[in-house]
Structures are given as C-alpha cells and as structure tokens.
C-alpha cells in the first residue's frame, strides 16, 4: 500500500499550525493522528520525539510499519514537510555531525526551518481556497481604488 494523500483527512490548517508550533524534540503525542496507543507503540520502539520518528522513517512503509494502519496517511502527511527539509545538506542537529566523541549530543532539532506562509498558500491551493494568478489581478484592482 502507498501514501494516499487522500485517506490522510488532515486539515491544511492543522497542518499548518503543527509544523508552526512543532519542532523535532516535540513528542510523537503532538502529530496529528498519534492517539495514546499509537504513541505507547513508537515508545516500546525507543521512539519519543518527532525528530526520532523522522530518523526512524524514511518511507509511508516504513512509518506504517512502526504506527499501524490507523492514521499513517495523517501521520505521514503531516510529517512529510518536515522530512522534506531535512535533508543530507541539512543534517538534524545532534546527529554524528559536529559532536565530539563522548560528549552528548544535543537534542536534534531540524536545521531548516519550514517557510509556513509559503507552505500554507500551497496547501490552500490544491484545496481550491486560494487562486494566485486571480489574487494578483485582485490585488492590482483593489490598489487602484480610492476610498473618499
């Protein structure tokens, strides 16, 4: 089975206001569609954190596998930005890069912060709620108004 963008049923606004008030030491408890059970599940597997999850996951199969089938598409929705950003050219923090042996690392935070206007109006556009090109000739009409 693949990622179904369709079966995920998570808001943009959700969405939006997750990867705004999320970081990568965030607990799983905090991803749209991780309940108690599923949250007791990634925890046998030593998985704490969103930044844990992203590490432990590089696919839907993969994050279906460790979550079950209830919510994946959510879950997998709603982390895919922050997977998108965090890339080889911008390691997690407190990953082997940059630490000293025997020193703890620091709690892994992504490097790449997600541009949330810009990933909003994206999200709002496939929904149908915003029309660029139509916005701009709004705009362009509406600054040529004067008001007495």
């Known amino acids: 089975m693949q990622y179904d963008p369709d079966k995920s049923h998570l808001s943009a606004e959700l969405k939006a206001q997750f990867l ?63 997977r998108k950003k965090a890339s080889p050219a911008a390691p997690l923090e407190g990953s082997l890069e940059g630490s000293s042996e025997g020193s703890p690392a620091a709690p892994a935070v992504l490097a790449a912060p997600v541009d949330q206007a810009e990933f909003l109006v994206k999200e709002l556009e496939k929904i149908g709620l915003v029309e660029s090109e139509d916005d701009k000739a709004l705009e362009k009409n509406i600054s040529s108004c004067r008001i007495t």
Do not use: W, Y
């Not at 799983?28 to 704490?48: D, Q, W, Y």
């Not at 844990?52 to 959510?74: M, Y």
């Open 20 to 82: 705004q008030n999320c970081s990568s030491s965030s607990p799983t408890k905090a991803i749209p569609g991780v309940g108690s059970v599923t949250e007791e599940r990634l925890a046998e597997k030593g998985i704490h954190t969103v930044g844990e999850l992203l590490e432990a996951t590089d696919s839907f199969l993969e994050l279906k596998a460790l979550v079950g089938r209830v919510n994946a598409h959510k879950i997998f929705d709603a982390l895919e930005p922050m």
